[in-house]
C-alpha cells in the first residue's frame, strides 16, 4: 500500500519537478527502470504468493539496477552497449512477463 | 563467538527456503538468522563475561546479540513473514530472545535460569521463553504467525514511526516483569504477552522497511517519470542514445542529405527548362500574334493605319469610269509596295481590297466585291507615299490613263491614313495547311 503510493508519489513528483537527468546516468537510467520494474513485478507476485520479504526486495532492486547499470555501462567500454543494452532489456522483459503472467493467475485465476 | 550462533542461527539458515523477488531462488541466510550475527560479534564478548558461570551460556551468547542492537532482536522475527516460521522459530527464538532489558537483570543475577527465562519472555516480547516452559514448540510457531497476520495491518496503518510504538512495548515489559516472578503463573498469560511484544517489533521492522520499500519504489516512480519527461522532449530523443547510435543517426542524415541535394539540384534544373520553355512560348506566342497580325493586315480581317496617299477619281459626265481602270489602279498601288487598300464611293461604304477582291462594272457605278460604288471614287492605301506618287504618275500609268477618259484623278500623299474597313475572313472549304 505505503509502496504503491510511493510510486504513484514518486511519479508524481517525475513529472511536476521535469528534472534533467543527469549526462553522466542518461544511458543508464532506461535500464536502471526497467530492472527496477522486474523487481517491483516480482515483488508484487510474491507478495501475491504470500512470501514478501522486504529485504529481499530492497536487495534484489538495487542489485537489479547496479547489475544492469553495469552490464550496459561494460557494454558501451568493449562497443557493444546497444546489443548488451537490448539483451538486457529483452531478458528483463521476459521475467517481467513471467511475473506477470503469475500475478495474472493469482488475481484472475486463469 | 561465532560457532554457538551458526549453530543456532544455522539451522533457520538451512531451512529458509524462499522466493526471491522475482523467482523462486535460494535465500541465503534468511534476514532473521543472519541479521543478528554483526551486532552480536560485538556484544557478544561481553555477555561472555557476563554469564560464564551460569549454565546457559548459550542464551547469554544470544541474549547480548539480541541485546546489541534493537533491529537485530526484530530481526529474528521476521522469519514467520517468510513462512519458515514453524521449523525455524524453536531454534532460533532461543538463541535471541533475550532482549536488552534481559541483559542487565538477567545476566547478572543468572542463577535461576528458569527464572531468567520468565523474566525475559515478557520482556523479550518474542515469547520464546515462554514457549520454553510451556514446552509446547509447536504453540510457539502458531503464536508467531498469529502475530504476524495482526501486526502487519497495523504497522502499515500506522506508518513509520517505531518510536511512537516503542513506549508501549515497555510499558509491556514493564507489565511482562511483574508476572514474570513465577514461571507458572507467566505460562497461562505467555500467550497474549508475547504477541504483544512481537506485534511491536513486527511493527518497527516493518515500518523500517516499509518504509525503504517505499523509497524505492518513490525513486522508480520518479526515474521512470524522469525517463518519460526526457524521451517525450524531443531534442531529448538523442541525449539518450550512445555513441555509436549517433554516428549512425549521422551518417543516415548525411546520406539523406546528400539525396535531397541533389534532388534539389534536379528539381532546380527542371524549373528552369520549363522557365525557359515558358519564355520559348511566350515568345512563340508574341511572334504568332505579330504574324496574325500582319497577316490579318494583309487579309484585311483588320484595320490598319499609316503612311499613304488618297487617290480620288472623279469621271466625267455621260462617260462613266470601267472596272478595268481601278483594276489597273489597284495592281499599279500593288505594285508600288501599297500595303493596305479600300475603295469608297459617294454612295456605300467603303470597301476592304484584298486579294480576291473583284470590279465588275454594274450600274450607276461599279461593284467591287458586289457592292455598288458610285463615282467619285477615293481609294486609301497605305504605303510608301512618294514612291506610289512616282508609280501612278509614270508615263503611259494610271494617271494618264484615266485622263485620256477625260477623268480627273487627284492624288494626296498624306502622313497619316486610316483604314476602316475590313473584310470577314473566311474558312476555306478546301484547302488545309500543310503540316
Same mark, same amino acid.
Given at each position: ?10 511519479? %508524481? ?36 504468493? $504470500? ?7 530492497? #536487495? !534484489? ?10 552490464? =550496459? ?5 568493449? /562497443? ?15 521475467? +517481467? ?14 | ?8 542461527? &544455522?539451522?533457520?539458515?538451512? &531451512? ?6 522475482? @523467482?523462486?531462488?535460494?535465500?541465503? /541466510?534468511? *534476514? ?19 554469564? *560464564? &558461570? ?10 547480548? $546479540? ?27 527464538? @532461543? ?7 534481559? @541483559? ?33 514448540? %509447536? ?11 495482526? %501486526? ?9 514511526? *517505531? ?18 516472578? !513465577? ?27 516499509? %518504509? ?36 549512425? +543517426? ?69 462617260? *462613266? ?32 481590297? #484584298? ?9 450607276? &457605278? +461599279?461593284? #467591287? ?13 497605305? $504605303? ?32 497619316? =491614313? ?18
Amino acid at each position: 500500500m505505503i509502496a504503491a503510493i510511493a510510486l504513484i508519489a514518486g511519479i %508524481a513528483a517525475g513529472l511536476l519537478l521535469e528534472p534533467t537527468i543527469p549526462t553522466g546516468l542518461q544511458p543508464y537510467l532506461p535500464i536502471a527502470v526497467v530492472a527496477a520494474l522486474d523487481a517491483v513485478f516480482g515483488a508484487v507476485r510474491a507478495r501475491l504468493d $504470500g512470501i514478501f520479504d522486504d529485504k529481499v526486495f530492497v #536487495v !534484489s532492486f538495487v542489485s537489479n539496477v547496479l547489475v544492469a547499470g553495469l552490464i =550496459v555501462y561494460l557494454g558501451d567500454k568493449l /562497443g557493444v552497449g546497444g546489443q548488451l543494452s537490448t539483451g538486457v532489456v529483452v531478458v528483463l522483459g521476459v521475467r +517481467i512477463f513471467g511475473n506477470v503472467a503469475a500475478i495474472r493467475r493469482h488475481v484472475f485465476r486463469a | 563467538m561465532s560457532d554457538p550462533r551458526n549453530r543456532l542461527a &544455522g539451522a533457520p539458515q538451512e &531451512g529458509a527456503q524462499t522466493w526471491d523477488d522475482g @523467482e523462486v531462488t535460494q535465500r541465503f /541466510g534468511d *534476514p532473521g538468522g543472519s541479521a543478528p550475527d554483526p551486532a552480536a560479534a560485538d556484544d557478544e564478548p561481553t555477555a561472555v563475561l557476563r554469564a *560464564p &558461570g551460569p549454565v546457559p551460556s548459550p542464551r547469554a551468547h544470544t541474549a547480548g $546479540g539480541g541485546a546489541a542492537d534493537e533491529e537485530t532482536t526484530v530481526l529474528p522475527a521476521q522469519d514467520p513473514d517468510d513462512g519458515e516460521p514453524t521449523a525455524v522459530l524453536p531454534s532460533a527464538r @532461543e538463541a535471541v530472545t533475550p532482549p536488552p532489558e534481559v @541483559e542487565t537483570p538477567a545476566s547478572k543475577q543468572a542463577h535461576p535460569a528458569v527464572e531468567e527465562k520468565a523474566a525475559a519472555d515478557p520482556v523479550a516480547g518474542n515469547g520464546e521463553p515462554a514457549d520454553v516452559p510451556a514446552g509446547a514448540g %509447536a504453540a510457539g510457531p502458531e503464536r508467531a504467525a498469529e502475530a504476524e497476520g495482526v %501486526a502487519g495491518p497495523e504497522a502499515e496503518s500506522e506508518g513509520a514511526d *517505531p518510536e511512537g510504538e516503542a513506549p508501549a512495548g515497555e510499558a509491556a515489559d514493564g507489565e511482562a516483569g511483574t508476572p514474570a516472578v !513465577s514461571a507458572d503463573l507467566a505460562e497461562p498469560i505467555a500467550g497474549k504477552r508475547p504477541r504483544r511484544g512481537k506485534r511491536r517489533a513486527v511493527r518497527e521492522r516493518l515500518t523500517r522497511r516499509s %518504509a525503504v520499500v517505499a523509497l524505492l519504489c518513490a525513486i522508480l516512480g520518479f526515474a521512470l517519470a524522469a525517463q518519460l519527461r526526457a524521451n517525450d522532449a524531443g531534442d531529448a530523443k538523442f541525449a539518450n542514445l550512445r555513441q555509436s547510435d549517433l554516428v549512425q +543517426i549521422l551518417d543516415e542524415l548525411d546520406s539523406r542529405e546528400k539525396r535531397l541535394r541533389s534532388e534539389i539540384s534536379d528539381l532546380e534544373f527542371r524549373r528552369q527548362n520549363l522557365t525557359s520553355a515558358n519564355q520559348g512560348s511566350e515568345n512563340a506566342v508574341a511572334d504568332a500574334e505579330k504574324r496574325a497580325a500582319e497577316l490579318g493586315i494583309l487579309a484585311g480581317t483588320v484595320t490598319a493605319e499609316g503612311p499613304g496617299v488618297v487617290i480620288t477619281l472623279k469621271e466625267k459626265k455621260d462617260k *462613266p469610269l470601267l472596272a478595268d481602270r481601278l483594276v489597273d489602279a489597284v495592281q499599279e498601288l500593288r505594285g508600288a509596295g501599297a500595303e493596305a487598300l479600300q475603295i469608297g464611293g459617294s454612295t456605300g461604304d467603303p470597301v476592304r481590297i #484584298v486579294a480576291s477582291t473583284y470590279f465588275t462594272d454594274a450600274a450607276g &457605278g +461599279i461593284s #467591287v466585291d458586289g457592292h455598288v460604288l458610285a463615282a467619285p471614287y477615293s481609294v486609301t492605301a497605305i $504605303g510608301d507615299p512618294q514612291t506610289i506618287d512616282r508609280a501612278m504618275r509614270i508615263p503611259g500609268g494610271v494617271v494618264a490613263t484615266i485622263r485620256q477618259d477625260e477623268a480627273q484623278i487627284q492624288i494626296d500623299q498624306r502622313r497619316t =491614313v486610316q483604314i476602316t474597313a475590313i473584310r470577314a475572313p473566311r474558312a476555306p472549304r478546301f484547302a488545309k495547311p500543310v503540316k
